[in-house]
């Protein structure tokens, strides 16, 4: 049984140029003790999905189902969801800083999170349960750095404040948006290991939401592609990086520093993602896509099943035989001695 089930989200904005259609019609489930990637370029949607279903899109407009442990978020006043968020579910940002509040003391918001839950427990209790979990998330002298504030704190450091704070109350669920995005190669390897100890000691399921397919194929169990508010594909992670179907999906790993067979040498995805506000007909990777056909631009299609061993679907008329579709892309692009492999 899915923790999370997240059944036809839609997500709008109005704004003064028109509807912004952040989300459209997306689905997915993460499973208890799992970890799901949501992989896609800026603008795709990803934050905004997350969100919306939790209660944090303000102004937007959201329909569709978010299940969350048998019960519907989106049917949740403000009082209810402030019940799940933090006690069931914990969030990480994408930049601590501006998540930690400058003028307290980091124990003190460790602690605030804690009894903002449950004013029974006493502040000394709090605050000796914000150095247990500073000292779980590796950060050195916690019982002196506990009364620290945040600009006392490096990057690495405050993000894994961040961490101790989302753990505080032993979520089911862990929503990390982009955690790792503006730190280092060495610290980010750090927080990924992390994460990945905290999910089997606690058995925290986990929404990685990035941009970097690097940090995907470290974390993830699957992998949500979307693109434009929409799913590409959804895969195991074995599948997406081995067996991948999509064309945005092989964009992406093309886009990676070592796909091509000579490292450090980038294919990129030519042109830009479609307007929002007003989005042409058709697949909306179709104007980008090297093996766009004239159906293409006629109907969205559909998630449709690829044979496999797991369940992977992809919103692409291209042939599920892998065989036909690596033919197909022969043809369309006869490979050369640069060429990235494609479909290993």
């Known amino acids: 049984m899915a923790l999370l089930e997240v ?95 400058p003028m307290y003391r980091v124990g003190w918001q460790i602690a605030e999170a804690i009894r903002a839950h449950d004013r029974s427990v006493p502040k000394r209790t709090a605050r000796s349960r914000a150095i247990e979990l500073m000292a779980r998330v590796g950060i050195p002298q916690p019982d002196r750095r506990v009364d620290d504030f945040p600009h006392q704190f490096s990057g690495g450091m405050r993000q894994r404040v961040m961490i101790a704070m989302a753990m505080a109350l ?25 994460l990945r100890e905290l999910k089997d000691d606690f058995g925290t399921a986990i929404i990685m939401i990035t941009h970097d397919l690097g940090v995907i194929a470290e974390i993830a169990d699957d992998v949500v592609v979307l693109y434009a508010g929409t799913i590409m594909e959804e895969a195991s992670i074995r599948d997406l990086f081995y067996h991948y179907h999509h064309p945005y999906t092989e964009g992406l790993m093309g886009s990676l520093p070592s796909a091509g067979v000579r490292r450090g040498e980038l294919v990129p995805i030519e042109g830009q993602p479609p307007s929002p506000i007003d989005p042409l007909p058709g697949c909306p990777f179709a104007p980008r ?45 006869p490979p050369t001695t640069h060429s990235m492999v494609l479909d290993r």
């Open 170 to 194: 032993t979520p089911s669920l862990l929503i990390a948006d982009e955690p790792t995005t503006a730190l280092d190669p060495t610290v980010q390897a750090q927080i990924l290991e992390l």
């Open 7 to 101: 059944v036809d989200l839609q997500v709008r904005f109005d704004t003064a140029d028109g509807s912004v259609q952040a989300v459209r019609g997306i689905s997915f489930a993460v499973a208890e003790g799992h970890t799901l990637g949501i992989v896609g370029e800026s603008g795709s949607g990803k934050s905004v999905a997350t969100q919306a279903a939790f209660g944090f899109a303000r102004g937007a407009h959201v329909s569709g189902r978010a299940i969350f442990e048998g019960r519907d978020l989106l049917t949740m006043n403000e009082r209810e969801l402030r019940a799940v968020r933090g006690a069931r579910v914990g969030m990480i940002f994408q930049d601590p800083l501006t998540s930690l509040h």
């Open 289 to 333: 896509c090297k093996y766009s056909m004239p159906e293409c631009t006629v109907e969205a299609p559909r998630l449709v099943e690829i044979p496999g061993e797991t369940r992977h679907r992809s919103a692409c008329i291209l042939p599920t035989s892998r065989a036909a579709r690596q033919a197909l892309r022969d043809a369309r692009h």
